[in-house]
């Protein structure tokens, strides 16, 4: 993957429009070189990965930009009904081809639909389509023939009241017709079974083969897909709870009773470590999952993970599919000061097929990564879709921006700072600045008068009280000075306010 910068020349750049924005999702992430390798090649390989460091330096970017570079799964996972024990369902793995065939199979299976008109009269009349009196066709709807005002189809065993039973049914969307006739038909030297089906204001024609294609289907035991071949290959899992990590088994009020409740098979639900199965499984700020780190490690070693019901108070509790498939790529993400509270069996599995990245804070101030700072700018642009282009000198005012904060927050010199969340917040609300004053580009007094509105509160309250000490001190009420509580930041002494 080769650098986006292209010696661009500052005469060649207008606004923000003139810097291209790479097509490739990895080669957006800016100032970041060995995580972006490391990324592909985890992608390649199905390496895990490790992302240290603070917020807003792209470490999401980077997991998201990963699924890309892998293959599209190319696995189905279904939950199979077991009729010796419905609390114990299967579960089955289809292919993509197996996938194709079944489809194929389905479609085989449906018959071909045909016009009323071209059906034997016969079945159109007992279907409801065709008058018996008048020969007309109609919607089976109509119970009358619209044409000669004749009863379409008189049932077995009607008597003198079945017009008003009719009416009364069709009130209620009940017809008295027939849905499927069974006839027979001459096909060369010998007869042949043929059903025909009402299809709306199609008639569906099955012949023996599709018939018997259709027996061999019902033989099947019945199935649910929960986890389809078209999915996303990233599945994001950052504060997930136990249900949505692990998958569950919902509750019936019935416990599954085959007449009145919902069988087991068709109430498990996978969880994000059977949904990224073949993907990418995200997890930031893991160390925010505490215990459940276990059952991640777990998952990735045995490339399988059970779904049973959570809620022992529920019909679900009894409900259990064993060593359901999750062979994921794990991106983890944490801050330096949480590294030491992740569970050190899952640190070792990372580092045992995998890599750990500390994340860059900033980068070197030059021409090249100038070019990168723009390009980052046009992709916060493009991405927000709410905001005007921005002009060349606001750009500039950004990356010295940059440059300040890289100074001031990163203690490094001559760099530019890469907490780029924060930097497209700048950008954000320059944008709307230029937006409300229905301005065509982002011009350098716009980015001006943002550097004063998007500033941390903490920098706020310094300018207006001088410090937090002072600010929580002016702030509390009489009680709250006399409790010493309220004084964990600052003596009693320090603090002019207290008498």
């Known amino acids: 993957m080769g650098s986006p910068y292209v010696n661009a020349s500052d005469s060649d750049i207008t606004d ?4 291209k924005i790479p097509s490739s999702p990895l080669e957006r992430v800016i100032g970041q070189p060995e995580a972006v390798r490391l990324a592909l090649v985890a992608a390649k390989q199905r390496r895990n990965l490790l992302l240290v460091g603070p917020p807003g330096i792209g470490k999401s970017m980077i997991a998201q930009a990963l699924s890309f570079y892998i293959p599209r799964p190319q696995q189905e996972i279904r939950v199979v009904h077991n009729p010796q024990q419905p609390e114990r369902p299967f579960f089955e793995v289809k292919s993509a081809e197996e996938i194709s065939r079944e489809r194929e199979e389905t479609s085989y299976a449906e018959g ?16 409801g389509y065709r008058c018996p009196k008048c020969g007309q066709y109609s919607s089976y709807t109509e119970i009358t023939c619209p044409h000669c005002s004749s009863q379409k189809l008189q049932g077995p065993g009607q008597g003198p009241f079945g017009d008003v039973f009719n009416v009364i049914g069709a009130a209620f969307g009940v017809q008295n017709n027939q849905e499927r006739v069974t006839s027979t038909r001459r096909v060369g030297e010998r007869s042949e079974i043929i059903v025909y089906e009402r299809a709306g204001e199609m008639v569906r024609v099955l012949d023996e083969k599709t018939l018997e294609r259709r027996r061999k289907m ?28 692990l998958g569950d088994v919902r509750h019936d009020p019935y416990g599954g009773h085959p007449q009145l409740g919902t ?66 790529i794990l991106v983890a993400a944490c801050n330096i000061q ?35 700072y723009m390009q980052f700018i046009a992709q916060e642009i493009s ?85 937090l000490q002072n ?4 702030e509390n009420t009489m009680s709250q000075r006399a409790e010493e509580y309220f004084y964990t930041y600052t003596s009693k002494q320090d603090d002019p306010s207290y008498q």
Request: glycine share 6%; proline share 6%; net charge neutral.
């Open 16 to 19: 923000s429009t003139s810097v």
């Open 112 to 127: 071909y639909l045909s016009d009323p008109r071209q059906v034997p009269p016969s079945v159109a009349e007992r279907l």
């Open 218 to 245: 019902e033989k099947k035991n019945p199935s649910k897909v929960i986890i389809p071949l078209d999915r996303n290959p990233f599945v994001l899992a950052t504060g997930a709870s136990e249900t949505e990590l």
């Open 263 to 328: 069988l087991p098979y068709e109430r498990v639900v996978a969880g994000a470590v059977h949904e990224a199965h073949e993907g990418v499984l995200f997890i930031d700020e893991i160390t925010h999952l505490g215990n459940l780190q276990r059952f991640i490690l777990t998952a990735m070693q045995e490339r399988s993970f059970p779904i049973t019901g959570r809620n022992p108070q529920s019909a679900g509790a009894s409900v259990r599919v064993d060593r359901v498939p999750c062979d994921f």
């Open 338 to 372: 949480d590294l030491q509270t992740i569970l050190s069996p899952l640190r070792s599995r990372i580092l045992g097929n995998g890599y750990e990245v500390l994340m860059e804070t900033a980068m070197s101030d030059n021409d090249e990564n100038r070019y990168k």
């Open 383 to 467: 991405t927000d879709g709410k905001i005007p282009p921005m002009s060349y000198e606001a750009m500039q005012i950004v990356i010295e921006e940059g440059k300040r904060r890289a100074q001031i927050v990163d203690k490094k010199e001559n760099a530019l700072t890469l907490r780029l969340r924060e930097m497209g917040g700048l950008v954000r609300v320059a944008g709307d600045i230029a937006v409300i004053e229905g301005s065509k580009l982002i011009e350098p007094a716009h980015v001006r008068e943002a550097l004063k509105l998007y500033l941390p509160v903490e920098e706020k309250i310094k300018r207006s009280y001088g410090n």
């Open 471 to 474: 600010a929580m001190s002016s």
